[in-house]
């Protein structure tokens, strides 16, 4: 153990320990801006220099290993004098409009200025403006960045994507897309990890909240919205609202509030997907010949664009089921209509997800089989609480609701999607029902979750052994996808969620700088599961009555016209 001494306190730490670690120990927070844990500790924006007794210097705490008798002072007049000078010259060359910028009142930088009472920037400004498509679903604002490299060490580290790359040198030096390409012609996948782990406004979603105040204003169009399952595990906390407040019943109110015509759920898609995917399986399995090995989910458009970009010869192993958002918008606008006699464009179709690949997704040439797009518009869970947020509605003075029929009643399978594991154990479930003629004990497959990166099992399913792998964030995936084609490993049935932890840590989720918390939200859903009267997708009535009354049976003529793709593009 290493002796050392902080702001007055005795601490006792490991050898390699760094002094913000260190200090963490005592519960000190050492102020910083670039630094995430394991990601990016490179001391860029140098705002955690402490000063070091008998040393003529300060040092970063973020990089710097304790040694036993260092005297440390991290708020000496020295030290907080050249924190202050580093904060104004990132301030000098970032674009200060906070009143118009989606991070404000979320932005560790404007946090940092504030708290170092810095009101006015005594340097010259130098704000770097490159030219963005502002169609496109990720946005980057290069007069925001602060260079602090997060977005490179995200994307490079735990993605393994290589999107981002330092351009320039000196003054100039700034974040632009690698190699020379436009981001519509890189392999970004839209995952949107970049933005979750930035810690200002240089990454953000394309905003489409104004799309809805269009269509709600149209009288001429009958608006139906799905709510993905990780919004309902997050929404409420730009709200503070207690657990018991934070409820499904209340997120629906507040969607009725806004004026949405029907307020559906991507659960009871979720459901209709597991029917179909489960019965893809078997058919897989019935012929194992016939297809290629193992079978893939694709559900998760950051993962489909990902095999499409990277590794084109996987793409026929993915699963041709749509995903919940697009089955939801193409039974909307057939199924649905037909009920409510409407015609498709007479229907705008919102979903609201915790996704910036779903945007994409939805605008897909393929995704059209009711004709036009079968969803409209997406919204992420940020935007989704900014637009509540400008219709002023306030959460906690609503009474509960129920979600409309027929596309919003759910089981706990479906529920479970938003979490990396919950497809796997939604398919198995049923796939169990289909082999063995009876339901799985409850806690037969509860084995595939968690976020660990990758999750080998093996079950029994008809006398025969299932393989199954469940793989969340892109990095992980790319190392299955290399291993699968060498032949190095063998599975059965995958599932792989781009972003860590599954949906739950999506790109469009709120920002918690410095936070991973899909762990925790994943829970969530796991005990919004346990509450629900049914866990198993073949027990929905409503989707009973969907294959009764319209689709006749999983993968029928219409259930693949309607409800599949090959998902080549
Ligand atoms: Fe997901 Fe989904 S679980 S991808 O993360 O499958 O976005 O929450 O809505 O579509 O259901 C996202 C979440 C969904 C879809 C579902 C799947
Ligand atoms: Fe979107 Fe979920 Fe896939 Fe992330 S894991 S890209 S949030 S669908």
Known sequence: ???????????????????????????????????????????????????????????????????????????????????????????????????????????????????????????????????????????????????????????????????????????????????????????????????????????????????????????????????????????????????????????????????????FDTCYAADVTIMEEASELLEHLQKPQDHSWPMFTSCCPGWVSYVNKTHPYFVPNLSTTKSPQQIFGALAKSYFAQKKGLKPKEICSISIMPCVSKKREAALFSMRSSGTHDVDIVLTTREFIRLLRAEHINPAMLDEQPFDNPLGQSTGAGVIFGASGGVMEAALRTAYHVIEGKEAPEDAFTDVRGTEGRKVREFTLGGATLRTCTVSGLGNA??????????????DFVEVMACPGGCVGGGGQPIHDGEERADVLGNKLYTIDSNRPLHQSHNNPDVQELYKDFLEKPLSEKAEQLLHSDHVK
């Open 1 to 263: 153990m290493v002796n050392l001494t902080i702001d007055g306190q005795k601490v006792s730490v490991p050898q390699g320990t760094t002094i913000m670690q260190a200090a963490a120990t005592v519960g000190i927070e050492i102020p910083r801006l670039c630094y995430l844990k394991g990601i990016n500790e490179i001391s860029a924006c140098k705002v955690c220099v402490v000063e070091i007794q008998g040393q003529n210097r300060v040092v970063t705490a973020c990089t710097t290993p304790v040694q036993e008798g260092l005297v440390v002072y991290t708020n000496s007049p020295k030290a907080r004098s050249i924190r202050r000078t580093n904060v104004e010259l990132i301030l000098s060359q970032h674009d200060c409009m906070c009143a118009t910028c989606v991070r404000s009142g979320n932005c560790s930088l404007q946090t940092l200025a504030n708290d170092l009472g810095i009101y006015d920037i005594p340097y010259e400004r130098d704000v770097v403006d490159t030219p963005w498509n502002q169609e496109f679903p990720l946005i980057r604002d290069s007069k925001k960045c602060i260079k602090c490299m997060r977005c490179v060490q995200i994307c490079d580290k735990v993605q393994k994507l290589h999107i981002w790359d330092v351009q320039n040198t000196g003054a100039r030096t700034t974040v632009d897309v690698a190699g020379n390409v436009s981001i519509e012609d890189s392999d970004c996948s839209l995952c949107g990890q970049c933005i979750t782990h930035c810690p200002v406004g240089a990454l953000k979603e394309r905003n489409d909240v104004p799309k809805i105040y269009d269509v709600l204003a149209d009288p001429n169009k009958v608006t139906v919205v799905q709510v993905a399952p990780a919004v309902r595990t997050s929404w409420a906390e730009a709200f503070n609202l207690p657990p018991e407040l934070a409820t499904e019943g209340r997120m629906v109110a507040t969607l009725k509030k806004i004026g949405f015509d029907y307020v």
């Open 478 to 491: 790319g190392k299955l996808l290399d291993e699968l084609k060498a032949g190095k490993v063998h599975y």
